[in-house]
């Protein structure tokens, strides 16, 4: 069954500490990739997406994620955080021609001042 | 203007109930979606519209029933609540289908059964 697995659960930093949140997924075939951010409190919003082209994809707020291809990964990395970045933090994969929007079981990113 | 706006917010009722959440998008968009979000943060389409057509039907038990009466609104009506509903439902919105299209969500509604 296609999976997306985000392996950190729960990451705590200091504000100016650089981040990088860990995504892979399971699903041999071309696919499209996303990062959402969900503020406490908040709906879903849109940080990046990858269709294709250049694998290194820079989004919204500095942030900015690699696609490696044969390691079915799309991290998402920060070089310095803010408070304002306490959020959770969701990978989504939709394997091409599927209308499904799979989603990884969230991030929750903590930064401390 | 808000993109996405579910009604209501919160939703406390009980065991045995029946109630619906309303979703509507004033962003022109052809499909529209329904999220459950469990306890641990988890989010799992439940279903998906394209303009008013059922495209994405996940194994959801037949006590949910979406209903959309326009392309700009997707309600879901859930019949004899059951303590395993209570989650937050996020609907969402899409130009096109495809979960290839960057989703717009709603704010959720959090529904707590009793």
């Known amino acids: 069954a296609q999976s997306v697995s985000q392996h950190n659960h729960h990451v705590i930093l200091s504000e100016a500490a650089s981040l990088e949140l860990g995504c892979n997924y399971s699903y041999g075939g071309t696919v499209n990739l996303f990062w959402y951010v969900q503020y406490p409190g908040q709906h879903l919003q849109l940080l990046l997406k990858?269709?294709?082209?250049?694998?290194l994809v820079k989004g919204i707020k500095g942030f900015e994620a690699e696609f490696i291809k044969s390691k079915f990964s799309f991290n998402l990395r920060k070089p310095s955080v803010q408070w304002s970045d306490t959020a959770e933090y969701f990978c989504?994969?939709?394997?091409?021609?599927?209308?499904?929007?799979?989603f990884g079981t969230g991030t929750r990113l903590q930064v401390f001042p | 203007d808000t993109a996405v706006s579910q009604t209501p917010k919160y939703l406390v009722t009980q065991m045995g109930n029946d109630k619906s959440i309303k979703c509507e998008q004033n962003?022109?968009?052809?499909?529209m979606y329904w999220y459950k979000q469990d306890s641990k943060k988890f989010l799992k389409i439940m279903f998906s519209?394209?303009?008013?057509?059922?495209?994405i039907n996940e194994t959801v038990p037949n006590r949910f029933s979406p209903k959309s009466p326009d392309k700009a609104h997707l309600n879901l009506h859930i019949n004899s609540l059951e303590l395993g509903d209570s989650a937050v439902y996020f609907c969402?919105?899409?130009?096109?289908?495809?979960?290839?299209?960057?989703?717009?969500f709603g704010d959720g509604t959090r529904l707590s059964i009793l």
């Open positions: 969402a919105s899409s130009q096109v289908p495809g979960g290839g299209q960057p989703q717009h």
């Open positions: 990858y269709f294709s082209g250049d694998p």
């Open positions: 989504a994969v939709n394997p091409l021609n599927t209308d499904k929007l799979i």
């Open positions: 519209y394209n303009n008013k057509e059922l495209i």
């Open positions: 962003l022109g968009h052809d499909t």
